[in-house]
């Protein structure tokens, strides 16, 4: 029902930035919570960070004062500005998105969609 196109990972060395970008598109009729999450080698998937629709924000410890996530509600597009990189923020980073659909909507629930992800390295 909803494809979540994630860019913008690459190759970063420690202190510098990046900014990931996650658009959602197909049969949409409101995009509600979107957020990042990330899997490091050998972990688990972690929340990174999440947005609601109205803009009211979560963050993980280890990446507060240096990552913020912002959406465009216009354009169903998740961002997330990294700052201050470490290596341990190395992983894939992956978009999340609970949507609706019409018929959802009147039916009372969401769709829940990931998309496929994106590598963060952060090495010297």
């Known amino acids: 029902q909803v494809q979540l196109v994630e860019s913008g990972g690459g190759l970063v060395q420690p202190g510098g930035s990046l900014r990931l970008s996650c658009a959602a598109s197909?049969?949409?009729?409101?995009?509600?919570?979107m957020g990042w999450y990330r899997q490091a080698p050998g972990k688990e998937r972690e929340l990174v960070a999440t947005?609601?629709?109205?803009?009211?924000?979560i963050y993980a410890d280890s990446v507060k004062g240096r990552f913020t996530i912002s959406r465009d509600n216009a354009k169903n597009t998740v961002y997330l500005q990294m700052n201050s990189l470490k290596p341990e923020d190395t992983a894939v980073y992956s978009c999340?998105?609970?949507?609706?659909?019409?018929?959802?909507?009147?039916?009372?629930?969401?769709?829940?969609?990931w998309g496929q992800g994106t590598q963060v390295t952060v090495s010297s």
């Open positions: 197909g049969s949409i009729f409101r995009v509600n919570t």
């Open positions: 947005i609601t629709r109205g803009g009211s924000t």
């Open positions: 999340n998105a609970y949507s609706m659909t019409i018929a959802s909507s009147l039916a009372g629930f969401e769709y829940d969609s």
